[in-house]
């Protein structure tokens, strides 16, 4: 435990953060013994979610925008539509490209989109793994203005943003468009890593694991061997947040 308190420690002092939290010795996620273990954790994780859920959203918002995102609060589906309609015309977007999330169904995206002029792309491959499809969803991730997806789970203590891409979700779409939009709503922010390691635990035991997982937090960035940092190299640019629930 000790060795993981400096890690952290350390860490935290890297990204400039003054508020160094100490890993708990009793973490009720921190191990794992059986299937029932590991869902009754991951059940425990989702409920705090959901009874903390205006705590961790303010959290998780306050993280965020440390790390980069441009972060939007609003109260109403229709809201949240009209947010992704400005970010589409301030950025002149000419082509638009969105996961399957059902919360971007919720806000009305398609519409939203469709009113500002822009063509809307939806990346759905059914199962379908073709050459010509996987190169036709590959040219349209790379030539797309924007990519606007929902979130799996949101971390608050880091402000991340994580993804399982799967049929209906393209991990290009957050990597490849220079802008990036994700919409978030209450009761899918976790605490910590130790609750989304309890959740990955529960899908590993239960065979239900996605292939892959995205943790975004933030535009993309890299730095040279001097640490000069770049913004927008291997990913996009600038990053929206736009969190459902109360303003």
């Avoid at 435990?1 to 935290?12: C, L, P």
């Avoid at 793994?129 to 797309?144: G, I, R």
């Amino acid at each position: 435990m000790a060795d993981r308190a400096k890690f952290i420690s350390i860490v935290t002092t890297g990204l400039g953060r003054d508020q160094i939290v100490a890993p708990s010795a009793d973490s009720a996620t921190a191990g794992f013994d059986d299937a029932a273990v590991a869902k009754a954790n991951a059940d425990s994780a989702m409920a705090d979610a959901n009874s903390r859920s205006t705590e961790l959203a303010d959290q998780m918002a306050t993280m965020a925008d440390t790390n980069g995102w441009k972060v939007h609060r609003t109260s109403n589906p229709e809201d949240a539509a009209d947010l992704v309609a400005k970010i589409c015309e301030e950025k002149n977007a000419k082509s638009v490209l969105r996961s399957t999330h059902e919360v971007l169904n919720q806000i009305g995206v398609d519409t939203a989109v469709a009113n500002t002029g822009a063509s809307l792309g939806i990346t759905q491959h059914d199962g379908d793994n073709s050459a010509e499809l996987v190169d036709a969803s590959k040219s349209a991730a790379f030539t797309a203005d924007i990519g606007i997806t929902g979130v799996d789970y949101a971390i608050a203590e880091t402000g991340t943003v994580v993804l399982h891409p799967r049929s209906g979700l393209s991990r290009l779409v957050s990597l490849a468009p220079p802008t990036h939009i994700a919409v978030l709503r209450p009761g899918e922010v976790l605490d910590s890593l130790d609750e989304l390691f309890a959740m990955e635990r529960n899908d590993f035991m239960s065979g239900n694991l996605a292939g892959s997982m995205n943790l975004i937090s933030g535009p993309s960035k890299t730095a040279d061997i001097e640490g000069t940092t770049v913004t927008g190299i291997h990913g996009p640019l600038e990053v929206h947040l736009i969190i459902l629930g109360e303003a």
